[in-house]
């Protein structure tokens, strides 16, 4: 299960159901639950740990230091979930002190080729990130979010759940649940219906969902008198509550 030519630390823990391919290189401290499958020429350092059915794609990076200047050597983490997909030439890092010194990914997720994944961040799962993707430190990625190609994340931004950004989106500010952004900057252009459907979400749901949009950007109202609108919409549409969360939970949104 292990080809000849990769190089493995000795202090490096695998599971013996796991693959790993030529001239993959694995550090001390990398932890590798059962039917991982490693690529070659991947690099996994420590301290992190990747759980099961993972398929780490050839050239990718995952757990390495974080490209931060303030990075002094600490001993960070990473540490990922259950059946994700790390495409050629991802790279994912581990965290810093300056946050709670953990990168953290769900399960279910694809990271396609080229995307990037900075310090401290917070995946949550079955998020997509298209090629290219990348998301600055400290980035909070909620559930089923997608990532369209070449998309830009600021850091300390957060991608709510059900979002779409749309290829080439740059953001520097927050994207509530449900929402589909673009453009350079990027902007709110209506709700992410068709992912909505796909999920199973009822036709009166999505248009309740579409409503608490229009109270949100085009009714003219006060961040706070439209938040308050909108808590008062997920007393009978329980999916709705968790934007309410998200926009009572920071001041980035994409309001305007």
Not at 218 to 223: D, G, K, P, T
């Amino acid at each position: 299960m292990i080809h000849p030519t990769a190089v493995i630390d000795g202090a490096a823990e695998l599971d013996s159901s796991v693959e790993v391919g030529p001239f993959a290189v694995i550090g001390p401290q990398v932890e590798v639950a059962a039917g991982t499958r490693i690529g070659p020429h991947a690099v996994l350092r420590g301290p992190s740990r990747i759980g099961r059915d993972n398929r780490i794609f050839q050239f990718a990076s995952v757990g390495e230091d974080p490209q931060d200047k303030k990075y002094g050597g600490e001993p960070t983490r990473l540490e990922m979930g259950d059946r994700n997909q790390v495409r050629e030439f991802a790279t994912l890092h581990r965290g810093t002190v300056q946050d709670q010194g953990v990168t953290r990914i769900g399960s279910d997720n694809l990271f396609m080729a080229y995307t990037h994944v900075a310090h401290d961040c917070r995946i949550g799962h079955r998020v997509i990130m298209a090629n290219a993707a990348s998301l600055g430190g400290h980035v909070e990625v909620q559930d089923w979010a997608i990532l369209g190609g070449f998309t830009i994340v600021h850091q300390f931004s957060r991608i709510g759940a059900h979002s779409f950004c749309a290829m080439g989106a740059v953001l520097a500010r927050d994207v509530p649940p449900y929402v589909l952004v673009g453009g350079h900057p990027a902007e709110p252009r209506g709700i992410n219906s068709e992912g909505l459907r796909r999920r199973g979400f009822p036709a009166e749901t999505i248009q309740a969902i579409k409503r608490a949009y229009r109270t949100l950007y085009l009714a003219n109202l006060r961040y706070e008198d439209a938040l308050e609108r909108i808590r008062g919409m997920a007393e009978t549409v329980p999916e709705l509550a968790p934007l309410a969360d998200f926009l009572a939970g920071g001041n980035r949104s994409l309001l305007r």
